[in-house]
C-alpha cells in the first residue's frame, strides 16, 4: 500500500489494479468486480430506491492510498468526477505517515430529532410540564425500535428550547437526543418523533408543528488530527519552512473570511463527501450539517484548524458533524457500497466516520499545500485536459494527443479541442 508501491497502482491497467487491490484487502476479486459498475447497482434495484425510476448514474471510481488511520492502513473507495482529488488524497497521506498517520475518534453516535410547538401561550409552564414527563416520552419513543435497542441505542435525553424571536413570534421545540448506533438514523428519528409527538401534544396543549431529524448532528461529532514532519513539507524549490508558513497563512485566510471559507470547506468535503458518496451515504445531509457546524458561532469560518507544533511541524485537526451509517438505507441496497465498506474494513459507522474526516482533512492540507505553492492549476491539467478532450469527442488514441496538446498550447478549453479534432480528422 505505501510509498513506491503507490506508483505502481496508478500505473497499472484498470484490470490490474483491481488485481492488486483484491490481495492487498483480502476481498475476492469476483466481489470487487461489482466497483467496475458492471455489475453494480441495476436498473431494477433503482426502481426500488426511487420513484420515476428510468436507469441508474454513475460516477468515477476511485481509491486513495496510503492512509493509516488510528494505526490501521486502509484502503479508501471514493467516488467523484473531480480530478485530483484522489491524487491529492493519497499523497497527502503519504506525508502523513511519518507523523504516524490520523489520529481519529468520534462522539456517540447521538442525533437530534426536533419537534416544533405552537399556539404556546406560556412558554416556561409549558417547557416545566414537558420536561415533567421526560421519562415517559423517552420510554415511548424507545418502544419504536426494539432493534435499535438491543444493539445499545435508543433515546437518550429530551430537551426544551425557547426561539424567543421569529416571523411567526416565540415558540417552542423540543430536541430528541437519539443514539442510533450504526444507522444513519433518520428514519429512525423520525419515527420516534412522529410517535411522541401525540403524547406531547396532549401534555403540553400545544399545536405539534414539524417532527423531522436535525442535519446540525453536532452531538454526532468526528474528529481527526495528523502530524506532518516539517522536513516533509520541502519539494522543488519550496523549502519546509515556506510550504508550512504558506499553509498557516492559507488557513489564516479561511478563519477570518466566509468569502475563503466556503472554499476551503469545499475542498474538505471534495474528499468527504467522495468517501460518504461511495459507501451510500446521504452526502446532502454530511454537507448540511458540516456547513452548519462551520457557522456555529455566529459566523461562517474554517471547519479545519492548522497549527505548528514546538518543533515547527504542521499539525492539522477537523471536526465536523458525521451522519453516516453502515446498516439500512442505500448502504445496504447499492452493491458498490457493500463492497466499499468492505474494502475498508470498517465494522461500525465510528469508524466509517473516522475515515472519512481523515480523509477530509488529506484533502484539505492537498489544496492548501498546492495553493500556498505553485497553485491549484499545475496538478489539475493532466486529467482536466483528458476530460476536456473527451467532451470535445476524442476517441482512443486521440484523447491523450489532444490532451497534450492542449496542455503545451495552455489553452484547455472544448471549443479549441473540438477545433483541432476538426482539423485532424480532415487530414
Ligand atoms: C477545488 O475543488 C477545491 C479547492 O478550491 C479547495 C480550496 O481552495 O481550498 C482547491
Not at 483484491?22 to 447497482?41: C, M
Not at 434495484?45 to 428510468?54: G, K, L, S, Y
Not at 496510503?66 to 484522489?86: C, D, Y
Not at 503545451?408 to 480528422?425: F, G, S, Y
Request: with cysteine; hydrophobic share 45%.
Amino acid at each position: 500500500m505505501p510509498d513506491e508501491s503507490d506508483v505502481k497502482f496508478y500505473e497499472l491497467s484498470l484490470s490490474d489494479r483491481l488485481e492488486q487491490l483484491s490481495k492487498e484487502s483480502g476481498v475476492p476479486l469476483e466481489a470487487l468486480k461489482v466497483l467496475t459498475g458492471e455489475a453494480s447497482l441495476s436498473p431494477e434495484q433503482a426502481n426500488h430506491m426511487v420513484e420515476n425510476a428510468i436507469g441508474v448514474f454513475v460516477l468515477p471510481l476511485g481509491v486513495a492510498r496510503n492512509f493509516i488511520v488510528n494505526g490501521r492502513e486502509l484502503l479508501v473507495p471514493m467516488a467523484i468526477e473531480e480530478p485530483s482529488v484522489i491524487a491529492g488524497a493519497s499523497f497527502m497521506a503519504k506525508l502523513a505517515r511519518s507523523g504516524g498517520g490520523f489520529t481519529a475518534e468520534t462522539t456517540q453516535p447521538e442525533m437530534i430529532g426536533q419537534l416544533q410547538l405552537l399556539d404556546v401561550s406560556d412558554l416556561e409552564q409549558t417547557r416545566k410540564k414537558i420536561l415533567d414527563h421526560r421519562d415517559d416520552l423517552l420510554k415511548l419513543a424507545a418502544g419504536v425500535d426494539p432493534v435499535l435497542l438491543r444493539f445499545g441505542g435508543g433515546p437518550r435525553d429530551l430537551i426544551v428550547r425557547t426561539i424567543e424571536d421569529s416571523a411567526i413570534g416565540a415558540f417552542l421545540v423540543v430536541h430528541l437526543i437519539y443514539d442510533v448506533r450504526d444507522a444513519m438514523g433518520a428514519n429512525a428519528i423520525n419515527t420516534a418523533l412522529e410517535k411522541i409527538a401525540p403524547k406531547v401534544a396532549e401534555i403540553s396543549g400545544a399545536r405539534v408543528h414539524l417532527r423531522i431529524l436535525s442535519n446540525l448532528a453536532d452531538r454526532r461529532l468526528a474528529r481527526a488530527t495528523c502530524t506532518i514532519p516539517l522536513a516533509d513539507l520541502a519539494f522543488g524549490d519550496y523549502s519546509a519552512e515556506m510550504v508550512r508558513d504558506g499553509i498557516l497563512e492559507a488557513w489564516a485566510f479561511a478563519e477570518a473570511d466566509p468569502y475563503r471559507a466556503a472554499t476551503h470547506n469545499k475542498g474538505i468535503m471534495n474528499g468527504v463527501d467522495a468517501v460518504v458518496l461511495a459507501t451510500g451515504n446521504d452526502w446532502r445531509a454530511v454537507e448540511a450539517g458540516a456547513h452548519a457546524y462551520a457557522a456555529r458561532n455566529g459566523r461562517y469560518t474554517s471547519l479545519s484548524t492548522w497549527t505548528k507544533d514546538k518543533a515547527g511541524n504542521l499539525c492539522g485537526f477537523l471536526e465536523m458533524p458525521m451522519a453516516v451509517g453502515i446498516v439500512g438505507g442505500a448502504t445496504r441496497v447499492h452493491p458498490a457500497a457493500q463492497v466499499a465498506l468492505k474494502l475498508m474494513k470498517v465494522e461500525t459507522a465510528a469508524q466509517l466516520a473516522e475515515v472519512i474526516v481523515s480523509v477530509g482533512l488529506a484533502q484539505n492540507l492537498a489544496a492548501l499545500r498546492a495553493l500556498a505553492t505553485e497553485g491549484i492549476q499545475r496538478g489539475h491539467m493532466g486529467l482536466h485536459a483528458r476530460q476536456v478532450a473527451v467532451a470535445a469527442g476524442a476517441v482512443g488514441s486521440e484523447i491523450d494527443r489532444l490532451a497534450n496538446q492542449l496542455t503545451q498550447e495552455k489553452t484547455i478549453r472544448t471549443d479549441r479541442a473540438e477545433q483541432i479534432l476538426k482539423e485532424w480528422r480532415k487530414q
